[in-house]
Protein backbone atom coordinates (compact mmCIF):
# COMPACT_ATOMS: atom_id res chain seq x y z
CA UNK A 1 0.00 0.00 0.00
CA UNK A 2 3.04 2.27 0.52
CA UNK A 3 4.63 1.76 -2.17
CA UNK A 4 1.73 2.02 -4.09
CA UNK A 5 0.37 5.84 -2.81
CA UNK A 6 4.99 6.75 -3.32
CA UNK A 7 4.42 5.64 -7.32
CA UNK A 8 0.86 7.81 -7.09
CA UNK A 9 2.02 10.83 -5.49
CA UNK A 10 4.48 10.81 -8.29
CA UNK A 11 1.79 11.03 -10.78
CA UNK A 12 -0.04 14.01 -8.48
CA UNK A 13 -2.59 11.38 -7.33
CA UNK A 14 -2.22 12.61 -3.77
CA UNK A 15 -5.86 11.99 -2.36
CA UNK A 16 -5.67 8.33 -3.44
CA UNK A 17 -1.91 7.92 -2.10
CA UNK A 18 -3.07 9.70 1.21
CA UNK A 19 -5.53 7.16 2.17
CA UNK A 20 -3.72 4.21 1.53
CA UNK A 21 -0.89 5.39 3.70
CA UNK A 22 -3.53 5.90 6.52
CA UNK A 23 -4.99 2.75 5.44
CA UNK A 24 -1.70 1.00 5.77
CA UNK A 25 -0.79 2.55 9.31
CA UNK A 26 -4.31 1.50 10.45
CA UNK A 27 -3.33 -2.27 9.40
CA UNK A 28 0.79 -2.18 10.52
CA UNK A 29 1.03 0.52 12.97
CA UNK A 30 4.62 -1.62 14.38
CA UNK A 31 6.05 -2.28 11.05
CA UNK A 32 9.37 -0.59 10.59
CA UNK A 33 9.31 -0.99 6.98
CA UNK A 34 5.80 0.21 6.88
CA UNK A 35 6.80 3.41 8.87
CA UNK A 36 9.16 4.59 7.14
CA UNK A 37 7.76 4.25 3.76
CA UNK A 38 5.00 6.27 5.26
CA UNK A 39 7.44 9.05 6.61
CA UNK A 40 8.99 9.61 3.20
CA UNK A 41 5.59 9.99 1.74
CA UNK A 42 4.53 13.05 4.43
CA UNK A 43 8.58 14.49 3.80
CA UNK A 44 7.47 14.82 0.14
CA UNK A 45 4.64 16.55 0.81
CA UNK A 46 6.05 18.76 3.29
CA UNK A 47 4.64 17.27 6.45
CA UNK A 48 8.22 17.15 8.02
CA UNK A 49 6.46 16.93 11.30
CA UNK A 50 4.20 13.38 10.56
CA UNK A 51 7.39 12.00 9.00
CA UNK A 52 9.78 12.45 11.89
CA UNK A 53 7.14 11.58 14.05
CA UNK A 54 6.55 8.14 12.37
CA UNK A 55 10.66 7.74 12.27
CA UNK A 56 10.84 8.29 15.21
CA UNK A 57 8.35 5.70 16.37
CA UNK A 58 9.97 2.95 13.94
CA UNK A 59 13.60 4.43 15.31
CA UNK A 60 12.52 2.73 19.19
CA UNK A 61 11.68 -0.52 17.53
CA UNK A 62 14.43 -0.77 15.38
CA UNK A 63 17.28 1.32 17.36
CA UNK A 64 20.55 0.48 15.37
CA UNK A 65 19.02 1.49 11.82
CA UNK A 66 21.10 3.59 10.54
CA UNK A 67 19.00 4.56 7.44
CA UNK A 68 16.63 5.75 10.37
CA UNK A 69 18.93 8.55 11.54
CA UNK A 70 19.72 9.02 8.22
CA UNK A 71 16.11 10.09 7.51
CA UNK A 72 15.41 11.88 10.19
CA UNK A 73 18.38 14.19 9.57
CA UNK A 74 17.12 14.24 6.07
CA UNK A 75 13.50 15.77 7.03
CA UNK A 76 15.48 18.54 9.92
CA UNK A 77 17.52 19.69 7.44
CA UNK A 78 14.54 20.15 5.06
CA UNK A 79 13.60 21.97 7.84
CA UNK A 80 16.58 24.45 7.98
CA UNK A 81 16.93 24.77 3.74
CA UNK A 82 13.27 26.23 4.37
CA UNK A 83 14.19 28.89 6.88
CA UNK A 84 17.32 29.06 5.00
CA UNK A 85 20.79 28.81 5.44
CA UNK A 86 22.64 31.67 6.09
CA UNK A 87 23.16 32.94 9.73
CA UNK A 88 20.61 35.33 11.33
CA UNK A 89 22.49 38.93 11.70
CA UNK A 90 20.50 39.94 15.02
CA UNK A 91 22.24 37.78 17.28
CA UNK A 92 22.04 34.68 18.99
CA UNK A 93 18.92 35.47 21.33
CA UNK A 94 16.76 36.26 17.92
CA UNK A 95 14.04 33.51 17.91
CA UNK A 96 14.99 33.00 14.25
CA UNK A 97 18.79 32.50 15.18
CA UNK A 98 18.06 29.94 17.74
CA UNK A 99 15.66 27.56 15.68
CA UNK A 100 18.13 27.67 13.16
CA UNK A 101 20.96 26.53 15.59
CA UNK A 102 18.55 24.07 16.94
CA UNK A 103 17.83 22.44 13.53
CA UNK A 104 22.15 22.47 13.17
CA UNK A 105 22.24 20.29 15.88
CA UNK A 106 19.84 18.01 15.33
CA UNK A 107 21.00 16.90 11.77
CA UNK A 108 24.18 16.97 13.33
CA UNK A 109 23.27 14.30 15.55
CA UNK A 110 21.32 12.19 13.44
CA UNK A 111 23.66 12.25 10.44
CA UNK A 112 26.73 11.38 13.11
CA UNK A 113 24.55 8.82 14.66
CA UNK A 114 24.11 7.30 11.19
CA UNK A 115 27.39 7.37 10.25
CA UNK A 116 28.61 6.39 13.57
CA UNK A 117 26.34 2.83 12.83
CA UNK A 118 27.48 2.42 9.40
CA UNK A 119 30.89 3.78 8.57
CA UNK A 120 30.40 2.94 4.58
CA UNK A 121 27.03 4.89 4.70
CA UNK A 122 28.15 7.48 2.03
CA UNK A 123 24.70 9.49 1.66
CA UNK A 124 24.96 10.00 5.69
CA UNK A 125 28.53 11.50 5.36
CA UNK A 126 28.18 13.92 2.71
CA UNK A 127 24.98 14.93 4.38
CA UNK A 128 27.36 15.30 7.90
CA UNK A 129 29.44 17.32 5.89
CA UNK A 130 26.65 19.70 4.39
CA UNK A 131 25.90 20.30 8.02
CA UNK A 132 29.40 20.65 9.06
CA UNK A 133 29.86 23.41 6.25
CA UNK A 134 26.78 25.64 7.51
CA UNK A 135 27.59 25.56 10.91
CA UNK A 136 31.56 26.63 9.34
CA UNK A 137 33.49 23.43 10.65
CA UNK A 138 35.45 23.02 7.80
CA UNK A 139 38.14 21.53 8.67
CA UNK A 140 35.89 18.94 9.92
CA UNK A 141 34.01 18.63 6.46
CA UNK A 142 37.16 18.68 4.36
CA UNK A 143 38.22 15.97 6.97
CA UNK A 144 34.65 14.11 5.77
CA UNK A 145 35.98 14.60 1.78
CA UNK A 146 39.27 13.65 2.31
CA UNK A 147 38.48 9.80 3.43
CA UNK A 148 35.09 9.82 0.72
CA UNK A 149 38.27 10.25 -1.66
CA UNK A 150 40.29 7.42 -0.92
CA UNK A 151 37.06 5.11 -1.13
CA UNK A 152 36.80 2.32 -3.56
CA UNK A 153 32.98 2.58 -5.36
CA UNK A 154 31.07 -0.18 -7.08
CA UNK A 155 29.11 2.25 -9.16
CA UNK A 156 30.64 5.05 -11.23
CA UNK A 157 28.25 7.23 -10.17
CA UNK A 158 28.76 7.20 -6.45
CA UNK A 159 32.76 8.27 -7.33
CA UNK A 160 31.61 10.70 -9.71
CA UNK A 161 28.95 12.52 -7.49
CA UNK A 162 32.05 12.49 -4.67
CA UNK A 163 34.83 14.02 -6.63
CA UNK A 164 31.81 16.71 -7.73
CA UNK A 165 31.09 17.15 -4.15
CA UNK A 166 34.69 17.83 -3.11
CA UNK A 167 35.33 19.95 -6.32
CA UNK A 168 32.59 22.36 -4.90
CA UNK A 169 33.72 22.28 -1.75
CA UNK A 170 37.22 23.27 -2.77
CA UNK A 171 35.82 26.26 -4.46
CA UNK A 172 33.38 28.18 -2.37
CA UNK A 173 34.28 27.18 0.95
CA UNK A 174 38.42 26.21 0.74
CA UNK A 175 38.91 29.24 -2.41
CA UNK A 176 40.83 26.80 -4.23
CA UNK A 177 40.30 26.69 -8.07
CA UNK A 178 43.20 24.55 -9.22
CA UNK A 179 41.79 21.70 -6.41
CA UNK A 180 38.56 21.98 -7.38
CA UNK A 181 39.62 21.74 -11.16
CA UNK A 182 41.26 18.38 -10.28
CA UNK A 183 38.67 16.69 -8.66
CA UNK A 184 35.88 17.99 -11.59
CA UNK A 185 38.03 16.59 -13.90
CA UNK A 186 38.57 13.36 -12.34
CA UNK A 187 34.48 12.92 -12.22
CA UNK A 188 34.34 14.21 -15.74
CA UNK A 189 36.90 11.58 -16.74
CA UNK A 190 35.21 8.19 -15.65
CA UNK A 191 33.28 6.57 -18.06
CA UNK A 192 29.89 6.79 -17.28
CA UNK A 193 27.37 9.17 -18.95
CA UNK A 194 25.79 9.87 -15.87
CA UNK A 195 23.63 13.10 -13.97
CA UNK A 196 26.85 13.13 -11.71
CA UNK A 197 29.15 13.56 -14.69
CA UNK A 198 27.47 16.32 -16.59
CA UNK A 199 27.82 18.05 -13.01
CA UNK A 200 31.04 18.05 -13.23
CA UNK A 201 31.20 18.75 -16.98
CA UNK A 202 28.83 21.69 -16.10
CA UNK A 203 31.41 22.86 -13.13
CA UNK A 204 34.44 23.00 -15.70
CA UNK A 205 32.57 24.65 -18.61
CA UNK A 206 31.74 27.35 -16.04
CA UNK A 207 35.11 27.75 -14.65
CA UNK A 208 36.69 28.05 -18.19
CA UNK A 209 34.32 30.27 -19.36
CA UNK A 210 34.54 32.66 -16.88
CA UNK A 211 38.28 33.01 -17.02
CA UNK A 212 37.63 32.99 -20.68
CA UNK A 213 35.70 36.21 -20.32
CA UNK A 214 38.23 37.91 -17.94
CA UNK A 215 40.96 36.83 -20.68
CA UNK A 216 40.69 35.17 -24.18
CA UNK A 217 43.86 34.08 -24.19
CA UNK A 218 43.97 32.41 -20.83
CA UNK A 219 46.25 29.26 -20.73
CA UNK A 220 44.27 27.65 -17.48
CA UNK A 221 40.90 27.62 -19.20
CA UNK A 222 42.50 26.58 -22.44
CA UNK A 223 43.74 24.00 -20.80
CA UNK A 224 40.58 23.19 -18.98
CA UNK A 225 39.08 22.78 -22.17
CA UNK A 226 41.88 20.70 -24.07
CA UNK A 227 41.41 18.35 -21.55
CA UNK A 228 37.27 17.84 -22.01
CA UNK A 229 37.78 17.69 -25.55
CA UNK A 230 40.57 14.34 -25.24
CA UNK A 231 38.33 13.01 -22.82
CA UNK A 232 35.64 13.55 -24.94
CA UNK A 233 37.45 12.08 -28.18
CA UNK A 234 36.35 14.93 -29.72
CA UNK A 235 39.94 15.86 -31.90
CA UNK A 236 38.64 19.26 -33.44
CA UNK A 237 38.14 21.10 -30.16
CA UNK A 238 41.29 19.53 -28.96
CA UNK A 239 43.11 21.52 -32.34
CA UNK A 240 41.42 24.62 -31.62
CA UNK A 241 42.82 24.72 -28.09
CA UNK A 242 46.38 23.72 -29.10
CA UNK A 243 46.23 26.43 -31.81
CA UNK A 244 45.34 29.08 -29.09
CA UNK A 245 47.65 28.05 -26.67
CA UNK A 246 50.25 28.22 -29.44
CA UNK A 247 49.40 31.42 -30.20
CA UNK A 248 49.95 32.44 -26.83
CA UNK A 249 53.12 31.13 -25.80
CA UNK A 250 54.24 32.84 -29.14
CA UNK A 251 52.78 36.44 -28.13
CA UNK A 252 54.21 36.16 -24.50
CA UNK A 253 58.08 35.15 -26.12
CA UNK A 254 57.52 38.60 -28.03
Known sequence: ????????????????????????????????????????????????????KLLEKALKITPSSSFLYHQIGQCYIDKLYALGTDRCSNGPDDPASQEKASLIEQCRHYFSEAVALKS?????KLKLADILIINEEIHEAETIYSDLLKLEYSYPEDKQYITY????????????EPNAVTHFLEGFSIKSNSKQQKLCRTSLEKIAKRRLRNNPGDIKALCILGAMYLLDGEEPGIMKCFVKLKLQELFNEE
Open 120 to 124: SFTAA
Open 1 to 52: MVLLALKLQEFNQKEEASTLVERALQKSPGQPYVLRYAAKFYRKEGDVENAV
Open 165 to 176: KAGQFQLYQKRS
